[in-house]
């Protein structure tokens, strides 16, 4: 099985929240892991917002950045997904680099791993597959 993580599921691995063991359950069987390579540039942005907002450590900001980063297996060069990219993002009226997940999903034939319930809702209606 192809996975795609994003920066939310990866987030709640990391800091062991809700839904943290069925998505290391999944990691485990996956074959290999893709993101899209935002992907670092959006787990540092979530950490220094976990440090800003939250006065998390700064240790464990750096630890958790990158055991997210190690996460992934291979990531994809988001030029050659931008066309398809910007019209999905058009068409559902959705953030282009949330889309980048959904298109990188769908040409891997890969299920999507994210905590986000609209990005979840577009994967339906987009026939990718999600973990639930």
Do not use: Q
Request: glycine share 0%; aromatic share 10%.
């Amino acid at each position: 099985m192809i996975a795609v993580l994003d920066a939310s599921a990866a987030v709640e691995m990391t800091l062991n929240m809700k839904n943290a063991s069925h998505f290391k359950s999944i990691c485990t069987e996956a074959d290999i892991i893709l993101a899209p390579d935002i992907y670092p540039s959006e787990i540092t942005n979530v950490f220094w917002k976990y440090k800003v907002f939250s006065k998390l450590d700064t240790t464990k900001c750096l630890k958790g950045i990158k055991y997210c980063i190690d996460l992934i297996d291979d990531f994809i060069d988001t030029k050659s997904l931008y066309k398809e990219v910007y019209n999905a993002a058009v068409e559902y009226e959705h953030p282009v680099y949330d889309v980048f997940y959904l298109v990188a999903a769908k040409k891997n034939k890969a299920v999507l791993l994210t905590c986000d319930k609209k990005l979840i809702k577009i994967a339906r209606t987009m026939n990718i597959d999600i973990s639930e």
